[in-house]
């Protein structure tokens, strides 16, 4: 059984998903609140990594 590679999102769509903008974005990722990799220099974030995210600040509000 093998399990399926999460799907690696660009900061564009990460914006879109978020409603915020690109500085915030690299900010979230910059201070590790968001998770994300270089491939070939470009950076992409895990799309687990923003619903990961997403929970934690639903949590927080709760």
């Known amino acids: 059984m093998t399990t399926a590679a999460p799907e690696l999102l660009t900061v564009p769509e990460v914006m879109s ?8 974005v690299y900010d979230l990722i ?3 609140r968001l998770v994300s990799i270089k491939v070939d220099g470009c950076r ?3 799309d687990d990594a923003v619903r990961d995210f997403i929970r934690r600040g ?5």
Do not use: D, S
């Open 17 to 24: 998903r978020l409603k915020v903008g690109r500085t915030k």
């Open 30 to 32: 910059r201070t590790r």
């Open 44 to 46: 992409r974030i895990p």
């Open 58 to 62: 639903i949590g927080e509000a709760a």
